[in-house]
């Protein structure tokens, strides 16, 4: 028997560590998406989350094209997906394309971490959005250059990653067994000893 969206949820769920807020733990990315709306007052606080990222020079580079199922902006970003991610994607009621000016605006120099940035932002919104209840899946899995020309994006922005945002729903109705086995698989993290140094290749001592 399949585990319900509950379990699921609670067996993603990373051990705790004492000290650090739950909500890193808590968060994940579920595929299964249920029809439930996402009100206007939720997508506030989630955007309000990520426009107080840091940025550099407090450019705030980030864009985000927001669509809500049945609009075009919606559709658009949709059909910019590839088709592995189409099969799941579909019942998600809100896809977030996130973009960033290239450019800083004070002078019209490149910015080089301008999808850095756009990053930060990103991951406050997902946070956020844990939060309240909500689910947030990032994607690479479509194409920029569609997504560019089917919603008008200038030459000189950066393209992200899309989002899917909505309400975590029951892994079966994934309905495609390598789906489901993906949302149901065990959460992974690298050590710290592998991504904590104190030289190239020395393990900073945490102990």
Known sequence: MTPSALETHRAKQAPHVSGVLPIFHERWSPRSFSDRE??????????????????SSNEQPWRFL???????TYDKIFASLVAFNQKWARTAPVLILGTALA???RNGTPNGYALYDLGA???YLTLQATSLGLAAH????????KARELLGIPADCLIGSVIALGYQD??????DQ?????????????P??????SAWGEPLDLG
């Open 38 to 55: 996402v009100s206007r007052e939720s997508l506030a606080k989630v955007f309000e989350a990520a426009r107080w990222a840091a940025s």
């Open 66 to 72: 927001v669509g809500l199922r049945g609009s075009d």
């Open 103 to 105: 450019n800083f605006t």
């Open 121 to 123: 932002a990103t991951s």
């Open 138 to 145: 990032q994607m690479a899995g479509f194409d920029q250059g």
């Open 170 to 175: 029951e892994p079966e109705k994934l309905g």
């Open 178 to 190: 390598t789906l489901i086995e993906r949302e149901l698989a065990p959460r992974e993290r690298k």
């Open 192 to 197: 710290l000893d592998e991504i904590v140094l």
